[in-house]
Each structure stands twice: as structure tokens, then as C-alpha cells.
């Protein structure tokens, strides 16, 4: 039977599904995938936020330092300048699933907003008519009380530190097995990924000996890595580096 979409040219593989296919249908027991930008405990397991748990609760009974990481937007809005602010909650807040996120525009005055206003609307309006609600207002209930708020950012501090030791630990255990090259970027970095400055060809060579796996320009996620699994990347890399050009 002949199709409409028989013209169709298959999508060029994407970087970073193609590694995680390739990871989830690897049989290997003590296979490490660190391609996926995705928070995870000590124990490798997904975390939800207790504050995100009673915010959920709260809503049903109804029917990493902040201030730094605001300071520049706020010193945009407080010199008057007009800015466009996008922000993810998916992975501060562990809301995945709902990939909930804002687009917030500081303008001059309110003629001015009402203009952009209407401009995004035609931008939006292909997109969804109404989009999602209760990621939202997970995200919203936190935010209007003060003792979750307060919550959610211990919690979201916890998360901080724990990739920051998961930086000194991969840095540590890769200096103590004299792997060629300056390592300091790993500690170095910030945030949940770190550019490791492995090759494709170590990266590749990585999954099939070690099976572990990572997106092909060496990114890691150190938000996936344990203090268990610290050890066997080092080892793993240590091998890439001194084996592989």
C-alpha cells in the first residue's frame, strides 16, 4: 500500500538518545551511563523532592545559592535594562516529566509589555493552547510558601554539594591512578555536566570495553555518578587516555 509519507528522510541520529539506546540495550550488569542530564542519588535512583512531595499533597488537599545565581538578572532589571529570563525547573525541582519551565520578559513600561505581550502569544499559540498545569503548580505552590520555599532550597543545596564531592572524588581518583593530562577542569566546571575532553574514539572504545556511556564529545552527567561508580569511570578513562589517541 502506498503512503504519503514514503518521501519522508529518516532524522540524523541524535547525540544524545542514540547513546542512551545504546545504554539501555547493553545486557551489561555494571554498565554507567553518564549521557543524560538527570539528577541522581547515591544510590543511582531518581530523586523526588520531599518538598515537591508535600507541595503535591497540598495541591490534592486543595482540588544551588540562589542569590548568586539571581544576582545578574537582578542587576539587568535594577539599571531599568529590559531582559528575557528563561528558567527550567525540570531539574532543579526533579520535575522531569513535566518539563516545566518560564519565560519571563522585564520591560519598560506596561504599553511596552502589552506589545511583546501579543508578540509572544502568536509565538505560543501554534505551540499549545494550554500548557500543562500541575508541574506548574507544584512549581508555584512552593513558591508562595515560604516554609516550602525554604525547604526547597536545602534540599536543592544538598543536591549542589553532592555533585561538587562527586567532582573532587572522579578529580581524586583520577590523579591517584596518574592518568596522563591536567584534570582540574573536572573540578574546575560547575553544574550537573562536565566536558571531560575525551574523543569520540575513547568515548566509543569506553562503552564497548567498560560500558559505559557518555554523548560522543565527551560530556559527562556528574549529577549520575556515585561514590560506587566514581571508581570505575576513573579506571575507565584512565585506560581510554593511556590506550587510545
Same mark, same amino acid.
Given at each position: 500500500?502506498?503512503?504519503?509519507?514514503?518521501?519522508?528522510?529518516?532524522?540524523?541520529?541524535?547525540?544524545?538518545?542514540?547513546?542512551?539506546?545504546?545504554?539501555?540495550?547493553?545486557?551489561?550488569p555494571?554498565?554507567?551511563?553518564?549521557?543524560?542530564?538527570?539528577?541522581?542519588?547515591?544510590?543511582?535512583?531518581?530523586?523526588?523532592?520531599? $518538598?515537591?512531595?508535600?507541595?503535591?499533597q497540598?495541591?490534592?488537599?486543595?482540588?544551588?545559592?540562589?542569590?548568586?545565581?539571581?544576582?545578574?538578572?537582578?542587576?539587568?532589571?535594577?539599571?531599568?535594562?529590559?531582559?528575557?529570563?528563561?528558567?527550567?525547573?525540570?531539574?532543579?525541582?526533579?520535575?522531569?516529566?513535566?518539563?516545566?519551565?518560564a519565560?519571563?520578559?522585564?520591560?519598560?513600561?506596561?504599553?511596552?509589555a502589552?506589545?511583546v505581550?501579543?508578540?509572544?502569544?502568536? $509565538?505560543?499559540?501554534?505551540?499549545?493552547?494550554?500548557?500543562?498545569?500541575h508541574?506548574?503548580?507544584?512549581?508555584?505552590?512552593?513558591?508562595?510558601?515560604?516554609?516550602?520555599?525554604?525547604?526547597?532550597?536545602?534540599?536543592?543545596?544538598?543536591?549542589?554539594?553532592?555533585?561538587?564531592?562527586?567532582?573532587?572524588?572522579?578529580?581524586?581518583?583520577?590523579?591517584?591512578?596518574?592518568?596522563?593530562?591536567?584534570?582540574?577542569?573536572? @573540578?574546575?566546571?560547575?553544574?550537573?555536566?562536565?566536558?571531560?575532553?575525551?574523543?569520540?574514539?575513547?568515548?566509543?572504545?569506553?562503552?564497548?570495553?567498560?560500558?559505559?556511556?557518555?554523548?560522543?564529545?565527551?560530556? @559527562?552527567?556528574?549529577?549520575?555518578?556515585?561514590?560506587?561508580?566514581?571508581?570505575?569511570?576513573?579506571?575507565?578513562?584512565?585506560?581510554?587516555?593511556?590506550? @587510545?589517541?
Amino acid at each position: 500500500m502506498s503512503s504519503i509519507l514514503s518521501n519522508v528522510l529518516p532524522a540524523p541520529e541524535d547525540p544524545v538518545l542514540s547513546v542512551i539506546f545504546a545504554c539501555r540495550d547493553d545486557p551489561c550488569p555494571v554498565k554507567l551511563n553518564l549521557s543524560a542530564g538527570a539528577y541522581r542519588t547515591e544510590e543511582g535512583k531518581p530523586l523526588v523532592l520531599e $518538598v515537591v512531595r508535600k507541595a503535591e499533597q497540598q495541591l490534592a488537599n486543595d482540588l544551588g545559592n540562589l542569590d548568586s545565581d539571581a544576582q545578574s538578572v537582578r542587576m539587568f532589571v535594577a539599571d531599568g535594562g529590559e531582559c528575557l529570563i528563561a528558567q527550567s525547573f525540570a531539574k532543579n525541582m526533579g520535575l522531569y516529566g513535566e518539563r516545566i519551565g518560564a519565560l519571563t520578559i522585564v520591560c519598560t513600561s506596561q504599553d511596552v509589555a502589552r506589545k511583546v505581550h501579543s508578540q509572544v502569544l502568536l $509565538v505560543v499559540r501554534p505551540m499549545y493552547l494550554s500548557p500543562p498545569i500541575h508541574g506548574a503548580s507544584i512549581v508555584t505552590t512552593i513558591f508562595k510558601n515560604s516554609d516550602m520555599y525554604k525547604d526547597w532550597t536545602i534540599e536543592l543545596k544538598g543536591m549542589a554539594d553532592r555533585i561538587i564531592s562527586m567532582r573532587q572524588q572522579l578529580y581524586e581518583a583520577i590523579q591517584a591512578r596518574g592518568t596522563p593530562g591536567d584534570w582540574t577542569h573536572i @573540578i574546575k566546571q560547575i553544574g550537573m555536566f562536565s566536558f571531560t575532553g575525551l574523543n569520540e574514539k575513547q568515548v566509543r572504545w569506553m562503552a564497548k570495553e567498560y560500558h559505559i556511556y557518555m554523548t560522543y564529545d565527551g560530556r @559527562i552527567s556528574i549529577a549520575s555518578l556515585s561514590s560506587k561508580t566514581v571508581p570505575q569511570l576513573a579506571d575507565a578513562i584512565h585506560a581510554a587516555v593511556t590506550r @587510545i589517541a
